[in-house]
């Protein structure tokens, strides 16, 4: 089924390591987003890509950097992580920047750090 | 500071009644605004959404009001069902930035 696909959807790290998330989607949209979900805070923006080539920080990028290594795939890496980055991760994607026909999210990746 | 609100983090309705979930935002640059719903362990999946020229908007059991001049938005969803037990996340956007999201609300739809 088309759609955005994340992978791991589930892992365990020990503080300090490092790890990437993959995201990838096959609608041909331009824009792409990474948010965390923390109980109780909701949906927060950790990184977003307007278009392939470009990168902007969201509302809580501390710790985190990404790659849109082309049109389809946009990866978030945690270079050092750390027991506050415990969270699920959503991947998200849409035509263009603007929100008029809403993102499509993928399924999400928990992740704890121990 | 939260430029989008649900104050309300869980909702309890019985089946068949009418369930209103609402969202107040602070930034007056908001011209469009969006109900995400989302099932445990799945994604959120766009519910509908509102432009801000409009201060309704319906599609089959759920409806969006958006006042703007108090800043708020609610959805209602007649009649409920146990299978719209989920979270509801209200987002809002200006012009082309990221959506931004609200806290969101759980809503427990009873049989």
């Known amino acids: 089924n088309a759609g955005v696909t994340q992978t791991p959807k589930f892992q365990v790290l020990k503080t300090g390591q490092s790890m990437t998330l993959q995201c990838a989607q096959d609608m041909n949209h331009n824009s792409m987003y990474w948010y965390r979900q923390d109980p109780g805070m909701g949906l927060r923006l950790i990184y977003y890509?307007?278009?392939?080539?470009?990168?902007d920080k969201g509302e809580v990028p501390n710790g985190y950097n990404v790659s849109r290594l082309n049109k389809r795939e946009f990866s978030l890496r945690l270079e050092s992580a750390a027991p506050s980055q415990t969270s699920v991760y959503f991947c998200?994607?849409?035509?263009?920047?603007?929100?008029?026909?809403?993102?499509?999210f993928g399924s999400g990746t928990r992740l704890t750090v121990v | 500071d939260q430029q989008v609100k649900q104050n309300s983090p869980s909702l309890s309705v019985q089946e068949g009644r009418i369930s209103i979930l609402n969202c107040d935002y602070t930034n007056s640059m908001f011209d469009y605004f969006l109900w995400y719903k989302k099932y445990p362990a799945e994604g959120p999946t766009f519910l509908i959404s509102i432009s801000s020229i409009k201060d309704k908007n319906e599609d089959g059991r759920f409806t969006v009001f958006l006042n703007k001049s108090a800043k708020h938005l609610s959805l209602h969803i007649v009649p409920s069902q146990p299978g719209d037990s989920a979270v509801y996340f209200c987002a809002a956007s200006s012009g082309n930035t990221p959506l931004v999201f609200g806290k969101g609300t759980r809503l427990s739809v009873i049989a």
């Open positions: 998200a994607s849409s035509p263009t920047q603007g929100a008029i026909r809403g993102y499509t």
């Open positions: 890509s307007a278009s392939e080539g470009t990168t």
